[in-house]
C-alpha cells in the first residue's frame, strides 16, 4: 500500500475528512478524496439549518449523496451533529418549553439516525456543550430542558440506531490537566456511570503551531478514557500559523500532525485521525481565527505539504 489511508488501515486506523455536499460531486475533488481518504465527515451539510431549514422540509438529497459516495468507495462516514449551539434553524433558536425543546430534539436524531441506519457508523450527538471553565454552555437546549439535554440526546440515539457509536465532541477537551479536559472528562465519567449510552469522547484538536504540544497530557487524557471503556476519536484535525508562516512555524506544525499521527497509531483506544478540510485553498480558519491560516494538509494549490510523507512514514 502506498496512500495514506490504505497505510493506516493495516494500524486499524481511518483517516478522514470533513467535506462539502459539493465535493462527492466534482470530478477532481472526489478523485483526490478516494485516493487520500477513507472516512468523510459532513463538514455543514447534517447541521439542523441545512438537513432540516424548515419544521416540515427535510432536505435529504445533499446527506444522501455523500452516503452513496462513501458506500460506493468503500469509505465509512461519521454524522455531525445534532445538539449545538450554531447553525440551528431559527425554530430550533426560538424554542420556549421544556416539552416543545425534548420533543423537536427527539424528532430530529430519530428521522436522521433511522435514514443512515447502519451506513453512518458514528455520531457527534452533542457538540460543544461545555465553556472554558468546564460549566455548561449557555444554549437554547439548556434554557428549555436544563443540564439533562445530554443524556436525552444520547438516550435518542441509541434508540434510533442501537448499533451507532455514540459521541461528545468537543475543542480544548484534549489535554488531561486543564479546566475543559478535566472537566469534559469528569462530564463524560458521569454520564457513563448513570448508565447513560456514550460510547466515545471527541477531540476536536484545532490546535495553533505556535503552541505547546503536550504530548503527555494527550495520553493522560486517551488512556483514562481508555480506562472508563471509552474509545477516542480524533474528529476535526487543523493547526494553523498566525500569518506571515516561517519555516520555523511550518516544522512546528510538522510535529504537531505527526505527535497525533504517533499517538492515533498506536493508542489502542484511538482509531479514526479525521482532518477538518484537507486543503488551505477551502479553509474555515482564516473566517473564524482572523489572521491564521494554512492550518491543512494540503496548500493553497491543493498539492500535500511535505508533512503529508512524514505520517506515511509513521504508519
Ligand atoms: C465549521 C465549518 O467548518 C464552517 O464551514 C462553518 O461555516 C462553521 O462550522 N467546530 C465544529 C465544526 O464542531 O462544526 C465547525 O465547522 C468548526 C468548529
Known amino acids: 500500500p502506498k496512500n495514506l489511508h490504505e497505510l493506516a488501515s493495516k494500524k486499524n486506523l481511518n483517516f478522514g475528512v470533513a467535506i462539502q455536499a459539493g465535493d462527492v460531486l466534482s470530478l477532481e475533488t472526489s478523485a483526490l478524496l478516494k485516493e487520500h481518504f477513507n472516512l468523510i465527515v459532513p463538514e455543514n451539510t447534517m447541521k439542523w439549518k441545512n438537513i432540516r431549514p424548515t419544521k416540515t422540509f427535510w ?13 460506493k468507495n468503500g ?12 447553525q440551528n434553524a431559527p425554530y430550533v433558536d426560538s424554542l420556549k418549553t421544556k416539552d416543545e425543546a425534548v420533543a423537536m430534539l427527539t424528532e430530529q436524531i430519530t428521522m436522521v439516525m433511522e435514514r443512515y441506519k447502519g451506513r453512518v457508523f458514528e455520531y457527534d450527538v452533542a457538540n460543544e456543550v461545555l465553556n472554558e471553565d468546564g460549566t455548561l454552555r449557555d444554549t437554547v437546549w439548556l434554557r428549555t430542558i436544563g443540564p439533562e439535554y445530554i443524556d436525552i440526546a444520547f438516550k435518542a440515539a441509541r434508540a434510533a440506531d442501537p448499533k451507532a457509536r455514540l459521541v461528545l465532541n468537543d475543542y480544548s477537551n484534549e489535554y488531561a490537566g486543564t479546566a475543559k479536559g478535566d472537566a469534559f472528562y469528569e462530564l463524560c465519567k458521569d454520564m457513563k456511570n448513570r448508565g447513560i449510552p456514550i460510547d466515545g469522547a471527541g477531540l476536536q484538536l484545532h490546535l495553533v503551531a505556535e503552541h505547546t504540544f ?4 494527550l495520553l493522560a487524557q486517551i488512556r483514562r478514557f481508555a480506562e472508563l471503556g471509552m474509545f477516542v476519536t480524533f ?10 508562516s516561517s519555516p520555523e512555524k511550518e516544522a512546528q506544525q510538522t510535529e504537531i500532525f505527526k505527535g497525533l499521527m504517533e499517538i492515533a497509531a498506536t493508542e489502542p483506544n484511538t482509531g479514526h485521525f479525521v482532518v477538518w478540510g484537507y486543503t488551505d485553498a477551502k479553509s474555515w480558519i482564516p473566517g473564524t481565527f482572523p489572521g ?18 512524514d505520517l506515511k512514514k509513521i504508519l
Open 235 to 244: 474528529t476535526e484535525i487543523d493547526v494553523r500559523i498566525a500569518m506571515p
Open 75 to 86: 469509505m465509512v462516514i461519521r454524522g455531525h451533529t445534532f445538539v449545538w449551539h450554531q
Open 59 to 71: 432536505n435529504w438529497s445533499d446527506m444522501d449523496n455523500m452516503v452513496d459516495f462513501a458506500e
Open 292 to 309: 491564521y491560516g494554512s492550518a491543512h494538509l494540503f496548500d493553497k494549490a491543493s498539492q500535500p505539504k511535505p508533512v503529508f510523507e
Open 214 to 217: 503536550n504530548r503527555e497530557g
